[in-house]
């Protein structure tokens, strides 16, 4: 048991690790070809294409494969297979039939149409976007089945091809077609769908003729649907296990409030006309920077680590009832992961502060930098703090607990998305703008992180773990992070906005001697970050596929 927990910690980290290197490299392309494209499409149309649109294919995606997803990832109980799990993934398909049929009819019909003469062939870009959306799900099976057997490389290089291609062809057409408009990006997405679908089908068929893979399966046949019994076609348990069924029902109607929680402030907009679509695109790209290190570092840790705690700690049973080393194992897991994320949220909050009017300068201009933009990017530092500390707790939170236990979460997860809903359109159509959807975004991830922490608490006391405390950062870390916050704002005030660029190199390189200060700190007092990453994500070189 111990060793394979060993092998699970250290798959973890490699994916993690793999996955990072992916966000980042995609995050630092994507970066640069929207600060490309950003000048050259107007507001509208980014509204359009980043918040309305891209919204369908998110909520699509997410609710038909989000809970199946997290019900086959999870430790297979006694009495469920592999058949069991493949057979589960393939109702992806009707489900995203069905939930992105229905969507795209909201879409259309019931929402506010952008002006044709403004942003022409809209009716046509949504139902491009929904089959997109539905065409991805042909390889949900595989993507279930590479990842439960850790083939965390596949995942990596699957969609980094098909997100690579995506952002050179719209790129590549909005500069030389720019009369398209919504039908680039709509090329586009059909472009990754077909690339991401192919590339997984392509590598299962190498698994097939591969008989030292991990993968138990020689055929086409094992990965199509197949009846477990010989029962009835319409009854559950002809195709998969009942728990299981029930488990992913949990986990939907989960997956339905968090993805309120998710993407709340974009619902806002979209049904409640918050803001125009001129200022969506503004918000838009504001978020999307504010949330890099979120995507390309803090994503991929909780995709790959909910993966570990799944298959490390059985879930519902209570910390005393597991094995003694993988409860430690995941302790001291869950700590370091925690101080990491917590340290990079700090230091976004402390360096975010004082270059976001600089940053957005670079990247949009006088477009950007002429409305809220500064102030949006500062919000949004210390939302990302937040959202850094939720997802790790949730991470840890989703991976075990039992069923009766997502119930009551749902129940809590309604409450939350009410009232962000609520809260989301006071702030903002009352005196604070787009900005009140970051305030209120804010405040329920902070409730959430309340409700995240005290069950790990709960969990662990029954152990002599103590994970949240012992995931606080050194005195002398934080107090550095301070002064370079007081030292950082004073630089900016002093030499950022004349625009002269001796002024402006000398901030930034006051800001770069704050940070090597800061992490030469954590590298020194840290000492359980340093050897985790060395350990578990550094050294995946060292043991093969």
Known sequence: MAGSTKNALRDAGRGAGYNIILQLLFRVATFVLNAFIVRRITKQLLGV????????????????????????????????????????????????VICTGLLSLVWIYLLEVPSPAEIPNYPQAVIAFAVCSVAELLAEPLYV??????????????????????????????????????????????LYAFIFVSLYYAFFTTVMNDSSSAIPISSW??????????????????????????????????????????????????FFRALTFQEQGIFDTVANLGSLVARFV???????????FTTT???GLPADRQSPSDVKTAASTLSVLLKFVFLVGLVIVVFGWSYSYLLLMIYGGDKLTASPGPALLRSYCFYVLVLAV????????????????????????????????????????????????????????CARIGYSVSYIQKYFATSSESPIRS????SVTLLLLLVSLLVTILSESMLCCDLHLQ???LHVFIGGLCLLAVLVSIFTLEKDIVTFIRQNILARSSRSE
């Open 503 to 505: 002024h402006l190199a």
């Open 145 to 190: 089945l590479a990842q439960r057997f850790f083939y965390v490389r596949v995942k990596v290089m699957v969609e980094g091809a098909a997100l690579g291609a995506r952002c050179i062809l719209t790129g590549l057409l909005v500069a030389l077609y720019p009369e398209w408009g919504l039908f680039s990006f709509c090329v586009s997405y059909l």
């Open 49 to 96: 294409v980043n918040v309305r649109l891209t919204l369908l294919y998110t909520t699509s995606l997410f609710l038909s494969r989000e809970a199946l997803r997290r019900a086959c990832l999870s430790k297979t109980e006694e009495g469920c297979n592999l058949r069991h799990l493949v057979n589960l993934m393939w109702f992806t398909i009707p489900i995203g």
């Open 298 to 308: 803090f994503m991929p840790i909780e995709e790959s680590y909910n993966v570990f």
């Open 471 to 474: 995931a606080l950062p050194s």
């Open 221 to 270: 046949s094992d990965i199509l649907p197949q009846p477990v019994k010989g029962e009835p076609l319409l009854k559950i348990s002809t195709w998969t296990s009942p728990k299981l069924v029930h488990l992913a029902i949990s986990f939907f109607k989960q997956s339905f409030f968090k993805q309120l929680l998710t993407e709340g402030e974009r619902y806002v907009m979209t």
């Open 390 to 445: 939720n997802g790790m707790t949730e991470c840890f939170y989703f991976a075990t607990m039992s069923k009766e236990e997502i119930d009551r979460y749902n129940r809590k997860m309604l409450l939350f998305s009410l009232l962000l809903l609520v809260v989301s359109w006071l702030l903002t159509t009352t005196f604070l703008g787009s900005i009140g959807f970051i305030i209120a975004n804010s405040l329920q991830m």
């Open 313 to 315: 700690l059985q879930r």
